[in-house]
T-cell receptor
Framework: NAGVTQTPKFQVLKTGQSMTLQCAQD?????MSWYRQDPGMGLRLIHY???????DQGEVPNGYNVSRSTTEDFPLRLLSAAPSQTSVYFC?????????????FGDGTRLSIL | GENVEQHPSTLSVQEGDSAVIKCTYS??????FPWYKQELGKRPQLIID?????GEKKDQRIAVTLNKTAKHFSLHITETQPEDSAVYFC??????????FGSGTKLNVKP
């Protein structure tokens, strides 16, 4: 199993550009989520999904869209990039949304908005 | 929403000493409290967790305690080793869906 795979690992954007951060898992996990981690801070939940076709907002959803058309993939879209969205983005998955099974994190995407 | 506060922000201990990191939460409905370790430039990894129906949980040199009345929980690391040096995050969750993280504690274990 590859686990949770995030692409790209690094990206530089200009203000106003849009892009999609990819997240894929091959563990048949129902629960997937996106976090952002700013320097010196903990992770903040952007969006999450408890299964294919179901998504919900987290703590900081503004400026981001998600979709979950398959169990494996959970892309995060930045609609119009802003410097405040410069951060490290982590995708995570968990086998069951209703249990305390551990979250598996990807390696992160380092995103800079100029 | 939930607010999780974590202290201290940095902690320096001598190898072999104990380290304690404390977190408080605001929403009494929170019922699951994981702790993560994150090495520089790496992904967070779960090291221990506790559910609200348990007061204490241990795993070798690591333990977590929970006081639901006071709404705080703590991570205890005994016999610290240099490889324990990392940033540690606490988190709180209601029913395992939304997770709220503390701001992190940078632990430095001096050989």
């Amino acid at each position: 199993n590859a686990g949770v795979t995030q692409t790209p690992k690094f990206q530089v954007l200009k203000t106003g550009q849009s892009m999609t951060l990819q997240c894929a898992q091959d563990m048949n996990h129902e629960y997937m989520s996106w976090y952002r981690q700013d320097p010196g801070m903990g992770l903040r939940l952007i969006h999450y999904s408890v299964g294919a076709g179901i998504t919900d907002q987290g703590e900081v959803p503004n400026g981001y869209n998600v979709s979950r058309s398959t169990t494996e993939d959970f892309p995060l879209r930045l609609l119009s990039a802003a410097p405040s969205q410069t951060s490290v983005y982590f995708c995570a998955s968990r086998v069951d949304p209703n249990s305390n099974q551990p979250q598996h994190f990807g390696d992160g995407t380092r995103l800079s908005i100029l | 929403g939930e607010n999780v506060e974590q202290h201290p922000s940095t902690l320096s201990v001598q190898e072999g000493d104990s380290a304690v990191i404390k977190c408080t939460y605001s929403d009494s409905a929170s019922n699951y409290f994981p702790w993560y370790k994150q090495e520089l430039g790496k992904r967070p990894q779960l090291i221990i967790d506790i559910r609200s129906n348990v007061g204490e949980k241990k795993d070798q040199r690591i333990a977590v305690t929970l006081n639901k009345t006071a709404k705080h929980f703590s991570l205890h690391i005994t016999e610290t080793q240099p490889e324990d040096s990392a940033v540690y995050f606490c988190a709180a969750s209601i029913n395992f869906n939304k997770f709220y993280f503390g701001s992190g504690t940078k632990l430095n274990v001096k050989p």
